[in-house]
């Protein structure tokens, strides 16, 4: 399953009337949970939202928001409905994060992260807060794949174990320009003939 990418804005008010205003005009308020970064406050369109919750992956749905230029990879970690008519009063996303330091990039190496969707199976009630990526003994020309990724307790991700999710690549070297062999050809010849010359001017000084 793939994600479903879902469009976000951000809000820079909170509170209950605020909530009620942008309910009011068909979007949800939101906030999204990341590792070492303070919440960010967003909005979503209820009709999109709830189109992504009715995939096969249902709650559990990987989603890409999308906040301007930049996207997040989240779970929807807790939702919130009215009690009665069932729209949607609020939801909590939660990134999906990298771990830990590979020694590899500290030799010069660059950590490409070639995977940045799980697909997990749990219940609504045991989603886990994040799913992490330790890299942390990564060395140059390693690579991280979904089998060595720890599901937390009470979920199961669902990817090919052997999806490649980081690795580390050698560093680029820019390659010396190489002197064609016919250019290096000519200055040796030119060298010769200015040492000869020297050598025939020097005999006819003697002579003279």
């Known amino acids: ?55 096969d992956a249902g709650a559990n749905v990987l989603i890409s928001l999308e906040v301007g230029r930049d996207q997040h990879l989240a779970l929807a970690k807790e939702i919130q409905r009215h009690p009665v008519r069932g729209d949607f009063i609020h939801v909590d996303f939660i990134q999906v994060r990298l771990v830990g330091e590979a020694p590899g990039v500290r030799e010069g190496g660059i950590a490409d992260q070639d995977l940045y969707q799980l697909n997990v199976e749990a219940e609504v009630t045991a989603v886990p807060e994040a799913i992490e990526a330790d890299v942390s003994g990564l060395a140059i020309g390693d690579v991280l794949r979904v089998a060595d990724l720890k599901a937390p307790g009470g979920a199961v991700i669902l990817d090919d174990p052997e999806a490649v999710v980081v690795s580390v690549a050698a560093p680029t070297v820019e390659a010396e320009p190489e002197v064609a062999e016919g250019e290096e050809g000519e200055a040796a010849e030119g060298g010769e003939g200015a040492t000869a010359e020297d050598a025939g001017e020097g005999e006819d000084r003697s002579e003279g």
């Open 1 to 55: 399953m793939s994600e479903y990418k879902l469009a976000a804005e951000n809000r820079s008010d909170a509170g209950k009337g605020v909530a009620r205003r942008l309910r009011a005009t068909g979007r949800v308020p939101a906030v999204l949970y990341g590792h070492g970064t303070k919440p960010q406050h967003l909005s979503v369109d209820a009709r999109q939202l709830g189109q992504a919750l009715r995939t």
